[in-house]
């Protein structure tokens, strides 16, 4: 069976979003090493799961770095990964999802995770979408949590966690050269 991998970045106060709402993630340390955590964790998955807001942002930015010849390397290899990939947007209100590869889904969306997780492949990451994320925490339908802890807190906002109650197991944790941490969890199955 599909693993279900969530992969979010968080302050160090625990929210997903900061206090200026959907996508601030201003508070993020990133650098090469965030870089190369963020490539491990995609490397296992051959499909992604976005809610609507996250959707419409990444298919507004990251075809446009594929042929860009100021965007760096990694940033031109993650827009052709990021096209290529099997991409499924859950929304009730969006009309289409007409990027590449890309499936809408408008309702059943715990059954289609239950089969699309039943069928033949690699992991499928939830790659931001913090609505879903707690949405499928509440079904105890994500597997692995595989966060980023930058050192900032920005005191309000959208919480990584919202009002779900997980065990979860450490599976592996980094500590990167600006204080972030990359953190790899499980979800305790007892």
Known sequence: MRKLILFLHSSLDGYAEGPNGPMDISFVAYNEELEAFA???????????????????????????????????????????????EKVVFSTTLEEATWHNTTLVKEN????????????????????????????MHYNLIDAFKITVSPNTVGSGLPLFNDNTLALNLIESNVF??????????????
């Open 109 to 136: 969306i715990i059954d289609y995770i239950k089969t699309l997780k039943q069928q033949d492949g690699k992991d499928i990451v939830i790659l931001g979408s913090p609505r879903l994320a707690h949405y499928l």
């Open 39 to 85: 490539n491990k964790v995609l490397s296992t998955a051959d499909t992604i799961l976005w809610g609507k807001n996250t959707y419409e942002m990444m298919h507004s930015y990251w075809p446009t770095l594929i042929d860009n010849e100021e965007a760096t390397e990694h940033e031109r290899n993650h827009a052709k990964w990021i096209n290529d990939v």
């Open 177 to 190: 050269s600006t204080g972030a941490l990359g953190l790899h969890y499980e979800l305790n199955q007892d």
